[in-house]
Antibody
Framework: EVQLVESGGDLVQPGGSLRLSCAVS????????MCWVRQPPGKGLEWVSS????????YYADSVKGRFTISRDNSKNTLYLQMNSLRDEDTAVYYC????????????WGQGTLVTVSS | DIQMTQSPSSVSASVGDRVTITCRAS??????LAWFQQKPGKAPELLIY???SLQSGVPSRFSGSGSGTDFTLTISSLQPEDFATYYC?????????FGGGTKVEIK
């Protein structure tokens, strides 16, 4: 069974940093592109970042470019999102998800982890 | 960036009704479109990929159609478990973008 379990969400002050993790099992992690998607409370979905299976190719939404870094450790079957210079508008549930067929078709998703940026 | 516009933003319907949700891309995306269902407090789930391919395990009352810029998600006979929010997403090019969502509510 494919499982994705996020962790690391917390309350952090504006300007602070946080690292999210997503531990996966049930599939060949190193062969799959992975993504982060976020959802502010009561709002819609926003794609944040994607990374190739080997980790050599990454993409970011403009809203997080230069502040967030996606990475992965294929030996640990874990995906990461390092978030720096956090802003109020980064408050959201952050989901990790596996991409099928290259960069496409997000399935399945983790249960999400809540990041709250507030003073 | 490719903008995805969903309509309506909400719809009230009864069990057994046929429900259609539309999604329009600001430029052509071929069939690079997915549909997701999200229930309150839960993660989204993939329903349809490549515009019209049904994800394994999804009931056949769900169907998708369209290509280019105009797409539809149809629920042929609404069931109680279908009351949720639905999102379209384009995967034609980065940045990947979602529609604003359509909430299907009980009438």
């Amino acid at each position: 069974e494919v499982q994705l379990v996020e962790s690391g969400g917390d309350l952090v002050q504006p300007g602070g940093s946080l690292r999210l993790s997503c531990a996966v099992s049930g599939f060949t992690f190193s062969s799959s592109a992975m993504c982060w998607v976020r959802q502010p409370p009561g709002k819609g979905l926003e794609w944040v970042s994607s990374i190739s299976g080997g980790g050599g190719t990454t993409y970011y939404a403009d809203s997080v470019k230069g502040r967030f870094t996606i990475s992965r450790d294929n030996s640990k079957n874990t995906l990461y999102l390092q978030m720096n210079s956090l802003r109020d508008e980064d408050t959201a549930v952050y989901y990790c998800t596996k991409a099928r067929s290259g960069w496409n078709w997000f399935d399945p998703w983790g249960q999400g982890t809540l990041v709250t940026v507030s003073s | 960036d490719i903008q995805m516009t969903q309509s309506p933003s909400s719809v009230s319907a009864s069990v057994g009704d046929r429900v259609t949700i539309t999604c329009r891309a600001s430029q052509g995306i071929s069939s690079w479109l997915a549909w997701f269902q999200q229930k309150p407090g839960k993660a989204p789930e993939l329903l349809i990929y490549a515009a019209s391919s049904l994800q394994s395990g999804v009931p056949s009352r769900f169907s998708g159609s369209g290509s280019g810029t105009d797409f539809t998600l149809t629920i042929s006979s609404l069931q109680p478990e279908d009351f949720a929010t639905y999102y379209c997403q384009q995967t034609n090019s980065f940045p990947l973008t979602f529609g604003g969502g359509t909430k299907v509510e009980i009438k």
